[in-house]
């Protein structure tokens, strides 16, 4: 009931075959351009991983899908349809540091919200949203964690929480803004394999990734990004020095020359 | 005044009624403006209410408390609005945008005021009492709009609870579920101001941001979630408001409204100071405990070493060498442990002072220290 179809939008499906499909994209805050031109093709059941130097527009170009930043050019498609018709199919994790962590709410709580576009207005979250919460908790290893106050919860249990509420919305497309930024190794490789888990099951999951070192591992698709699209693709053919130097200029020095030192390059 | 007399008086019950209902509705929706960290919006709106007041004189050409109201209720609104305007198209942060607007619309209150004194003649219209509130003044007549508007607001609330607990606590991502986010953000503010209408009368613009903000500061102390927060908010605002206005009727002839204030701050102050887990004084207790534990755990560690250095587990270490080891007093640490049965004394036969030895389960303890166990700390 929260979806609310706009007049302006086109009633035909566009690109229907792909999960993503973003179209002269342009975004700029005051004047200046954050990402530039943006043409993107993200295929279903697939794992991309965005990276890219700071201030890439990572983070930008999930928000601009998603309709939080305003667009100055260009148009996206979900499923080939517009964002605001597709909303329901499209779960997001935000970063951890987008929300007050001391605000008075439980584990459990925070995954039910991920189930309140489904309730609808004035419905109440009953056993049903319970259960589907609880589920998604275990998921994630946190059931034990369900009525503890969310301040209580160490960084990495925070972006489990956030994990299971984007779980509980049973969408179609995962858009998550490093979901792996500062936790520690064991919650980053629960989140891996259970985004893989995700795409295993056909889900199609976009992460903005800062870690170049595990790129390869972790994920099958790859988009490198400084705000306009450097390369996308598959990781095997993406993935290349000559695609990162062109992304990262100086910074590839680091990745070159240590391959075992953490990334020193996109932290944020 | 006997209590039985003040609990039946007429006036007394009308205004610890109106206070009630004030406490209530300022209680649940402070709860909502503190934790969107938006505290000085209640500060920014009744004092914004005062031209307000003075244009619904104005236009209702005498002290019509319908018009008065419902002028305070728009000014608020639009008060609201300019600080969300101010902050969404300037890049001025809320602070200032609260700042600048609070004054401005209470500079031009104060003057409206002045001018409305000269005209009418100095107090003949009244409109100061609604600077620091007028118990006294309120009428039987009063309750009724006062308890409509509260109806109102908490069940527009208790409709909306999950859409506005949602809004509060993550609106980026209710975005994304497609809530219309500015708009239940714009009717939680207005809400806020109908809090501000409903207690012009009994503590006045300067004094109602407290009746806001302190009720949902003192609530956020008790809680780990917001439905009990919201309740307990509400409850400690009824409590100020009653207590205010029985303190004030059993006579000295103070003034309901700065009681009603006090009553909550203390109820803040309490709660800044006692809360589990959150005040001041459960705080320091924790620390000063985890401190002692990791004094004694250090002190236990180094008896510890001193014995496998010698290569006898019952060795006796000598306390003056441990508080010159630890340059300081470690007769207290070590009378905690010796009282839990970690180390005991023992003589030495050659050397006078006091000697201390590890209990088996003293050195089991040390063992799983320096095994990197770290006890139950998290």
Redesign the interface.
Known sequence: MFFRPRAEVQGRLHEPGLALHVEDLTVSYHARPVLWDIDLDVPPGVMAAIVGPNGAGKSTLIKAVLELVPKTAGHVRVFGAPYARARKRVAYVPQRSSVDWDFPTTALDVVMMGRYGHLGWLRRPGRETRAQAMAALGQVGMAAYADRQISQLSGGQQQRVFLARALVQEADLYLLDEPMAGVDATTERAIVKLLQGLRDRGRTVVVVHHDLQTVRRYYDWMVILNVRVIAQGPVAEVHTAENLRRAYGGQIALIDAAPEAPAGAGTM | MGLVEILSDHTLQTVAIGAAILGAVSGVLGAFAV?R?QSLMGDALSHAALPGICLGFLWAGSRDLGAILGGALAAGALAALTVMAMTRLTRLKTDAALGSVLSFYFALGIVLLTLIQRQAGAGQAGLEAFLFGQAAAILREDLQVMGVLALASLGAVA?????F??V???P????????PVVALEAVLTVMVAVAVVIGLQMVGVVLMAAMIVAPAVAA?QW????G??VVISAAIGMGAGVTGALISAMGRGLATGPLVVLAASAAVLVSILLAPGRGVIWDWMKRRAERRALGGQRVLTAIHALAAEHGDPEYPAEQSMLDVYFGGGTAAALDRLEARGAVRRAAHFRTEGVHWVLTPQGQAEAEDILAGGEGDRP
């Open positions: 934790l960290q409709l909306l609870w999950k859409e607990k949602l509060t606590f993550d980026v991502f209710a975005r994304t579920l497609g809530l956020r809680v780990t979630r917001l009990p927060m």
